[in-house]
């Protein structure tokens, strides 16, 4: 059975104990009826559209009620408690992913304005920090020396703080430059520019094996 929340309206405003929101809801493609919770802790309160609704809701009670446990045990408020699934609690999820996936987006939107002028990192998709350069860092590294500026910066002010699961978020410096720096695989998201070939520095295995033949 496929049960979907449209035309959500969530108010961060009146948001305290619970999420304060209206939707329509939507059973197997139909509008079976409409959805909404005040936000002061209490029920999400769904209604049926017609009486095509209400057969559809009473289907989506019986088809929610044989899904097995809402599992919290990656939530540390809900000490990893679970408790019997209902429609109630189905749209609640719903709900809570679409403000999930909203604040996600909003998160990664603001980290990238500053990803296109500096370098950032930190968790993906939680958290960031980071430091912007005078000019945009595709300008910066056409420059013959904006290359040798980002390696050492990489290098110096963003390698040592990668731990507790913090990686480099920019996708958009050269991985050659990235690697160069000592950064591992698993400590950067992957970037969409593989080398770059700049000065002396080598910043790939071929720039490595030219440098050693010159030595």
């Known amino acids: ?5 449209k035309r959500i309206l969530h108010s961060q405003q009146f948001s305290e104990e ?31 559209k017609d009486q095509q609704g209400k057969v559809l809701i009473r289907e989506a009670e019986k088809y929610c009620a044989a899904l097995p446990p809402a599992d919290r045990s990656n939530n540390n408020l809900m000490n990893g408690l679970s408790w019997d699934m209902d429609l109630e609690q189905y749209i609640d999820d719903l709900v809570n992913k679409y403000i999930e996936k909203k604040e996600i987006a909003k998160f990664n939107s603001k ?15 939680q958290s960031y920090s980071g430091f912007v350069y005078t000019l945009p860092m595709v ?12 390696l050492k910066d990489l290098t110096e002010k963003v390698l040592p703080y990668l ?8 996708t958009n410096i050269p991985e050659s430059i ?12 992957e970037p969409t520019i593989r080398d770059i070939r700049y000065g ?12 050693g033949r010159r030595q």
């Open 139 to 150: 300008k910066l590294l056409a420059f013959p020396k904006g290359p040798e500026i980002v």
């Open 18 to 48: 619970t999420h304060a929101f209206t939707a329509n809801l939507y059973i197997n493609g139909i509008q079976a009826g409409y959805v909404k919770n005040n936000g002061h802790g209490g029920a999400t309160f769904y209604t049926p």
């Open 163 to 170: 731990n507790d699961g913090l990686k480099l978020l920019n």
């Open 111 to 125: 980290m990238n304005k500053i990803m296109l002028k500096g370098i950032v990192y930190g968790i993906p998709d």
């Open 178 to 189: 990235i690697k160069a720096a000592g950064l591992k695989k698993e400590q950067y998201l």
């Open 1 to 5: 059975m496929k049960i979907e929340l």
């Open 200 to 211: 002396s520095i080598p910043y790939n295995e071929e720039d490595k094996k030219n440098q």
